[in-house]
């Protein structure tokens, strides 16, 4: 059955247009709250959100939602993605919500489900909330005497900045360490610099005034340039960028070189590795990670397990197999010794933790293998199957058999855009390079034909 309403992480689109408009947001609070009401209790539910403009609309439509379905809501405001997925544990709530579009610009927000165990939502139940939202939902909705009730809870930031702390041993500090923070003007801008500092950390805050309409704007984890320039400026010894909901992170040495996922995941295998605490056996990333990584982690004895892009599948491999390091080289990084998604604060108090530990520069200790050259390119489409052309199909045979055993060809759309993704890796940079210019050129010239 196809998807009308979710995608590879929840529900994202255009703010006030479908599907991401007040209406659909209400019915997705009422489906929501019917599929999780279980038993007589009083059920809850927490929700969180970025610092989008648009928030505030879907957070009240929502709301409205889950009252007509009988659940009480507490209201988190701004708040992490990984906060949320804590919260919803902690408040033992029967579902978690986060508002957001991750790193998506300001004018798209995004509707991201937890279930009471903090996980993200499985296919199966994202399709049957999709099959409530086209019913007439209304016939099963709370009495009048039944209704639920709002309420904003206070200290959810002092909660969630204590179980970031506690991830590292009691005794580690971060004194002695100048470090930039770029907030990307989203979910963690208070959070983020706050956990630092009270480990000790010298901190340098940037893009951390959101005004509704700058999140993510040349900034946070998608444009590290300024983070680099801010860390060369002050002569810091790290910059860590977050992204809008601050479920991703990536890292800037003090050079001004950009450290991505695939180095941050392999730094952090090998040292639980090390440490007696990995378990697995390896780690588990997507499609889209580096095949430098997988060839580092053989070298050193470990495995990498490939899942589908979204983070969530990269959760449900970990989960049942047995993996507690797991992530994609965008900087989702997932932990599950501490938490059920990814957490770009939690990963980036594990490297820093590494470094002091080292006491060497962040360029020694983070780059720990050098990359295959890799090309990644997108290419917009509006409907149809560009894909399922003849041209397309040639295009991408023939890619294939050029880049042979050394090297891999991912295409895919993507869950979250109306986009298709076009990435090959290999040591032969400029056939890299032809490949994909020529699949980006059969799909240029099958939407012209059709």
């Given at each position: 059955m196809s998807r009308?309403?979710?995608?590879?992480?929840?529900?994202?689109g255009r703010a006030n247009r479908l599907p991401m408009t007040a209406e659909i947001a209400m019915r997705v609070g009422m489906a929501v709250g019917m599929s999780f009401k279980r038993g007589s209790h009083r059920h809850r539910v927490v929700v969180g959100k970025d610092t989008r403009l648009s928030g505030y609309m879907i957070e009240n439509a929502m709301v409205a939602g889950f009252c007509a379905a009988g659940m009480d809501v507490f209201l988190l405001g701004p708040i992490p993605t990984p906060g949320v997925a804590m919260l919803v544990r902690s408040l033992r709530a029967d579902i978690g919500v986060m508002i957001s579009a991750s790193h998506n610009p300001y004018y798209d927000n995004g509707i991201k489900l937890f279930g009471p165990d903090g996980y993200k939502l499985s296919d199966e139940i994202e399709m049957r909330i999709e099959q409530l939202l086209d019913q007439d939902v209304e016939i099963a909705l709370a009495d009048a005497e039944g209704l639920g009730r709002a309420k904003r809870i206070d200290g959810v930031h002092d909660r969630y900045i204590e179980?970031?702390?506690?991830?590292?041993?009691?005794?580690?500090s971060l004194s002695g360490l100048r470090i930039v923070i770029d907030c990307a003007n989203g979910a963690g801008y208070k959070v983020a610099p706050a956990a630092l500092w009270e480990l000790g950390a010298e901190v340098i805050t940037i893009n951390n005034e959101p005004n509704g309409l700058n999140i993510n704007e040349d900034c946070g984890s998608t444009h590290p340039l300024g983070l680099a320039k801010k860390v060369h400026e002050v002569r810091a010894d790290i910059g860590i960028a977050l992204d809008g909901d601050a479920d991703r992170v990536v890292i800037v040495d003090e050079n001004g070189t950009v450290i991505d996922g695939d180095q941050i995941m392999a730094l952090i295998a090998e040292s639980w590795h090390r440490a007696g605490r990995l378990a697995?056996?390896?780690?588990?990333?997507?499609?889209?990670?580096?095949?430098?990584?997988?060839?580092?982690?053989?070298?050193?004895?470990?495995?990498?397990?490939?899942?589908?892009?979204?983070?969530?599948?990269?959760?449900?491999?970990?989960?049942?197999?047995?993996?507690?390091?797991?992530?994609?080289?965008?900087?989702h990084i997932v932990l599950s010794d501490f938490s059920t998604t990814g957490d770009g604060l939690v990963a980036a108090l594990q490297v820093l933790a590494c470094i002091k530990r080292a006491d060497r520069p962040v360029s020694d200790v983070c780059r720990k293998f050098e990359p295959v050259p890799q090309i990644l390119k997108n290419v917009r489409f509006s409907g149809g199957a560009p894909l399922e052309h003849n041209l397309v199909k040639a295009a991408i045979d023939e890619a294939r058999s050029r880049l042979g055993n050394s090297g891999r060809l991912v295409i895919r759309p993507s869950g979250t855009e109306p986009l298709i993704r076009v990435m090959a890796e290999g040591d032969d940079r400029s056939l890299v390079e032809q490949v994909v210019d020529d699949i980006i050129g059969a799909i240029g010239d099958a939407k012209y034909a059709a």
């Open positions: 009308r309403y979710f995608g590879t992480d929840g529900i994202r179980f970031a702390k506690r991830t590292l041993p009691r005794s580690m697995g056996g390896g780690l588990v990333t997507t499609v889209m990670s580096n095949l430098g990584l997988e060839r580092y982690l053989g070298d050193i004895g470990l495995s990498m397990h490939r899942t589908k892009v979204g983070d969530r599948y990269v959760v449900e491999h970990m989960r049942g197999h047995g993996f507690n390091v797991g992530g994609e080289q965008s900087g």
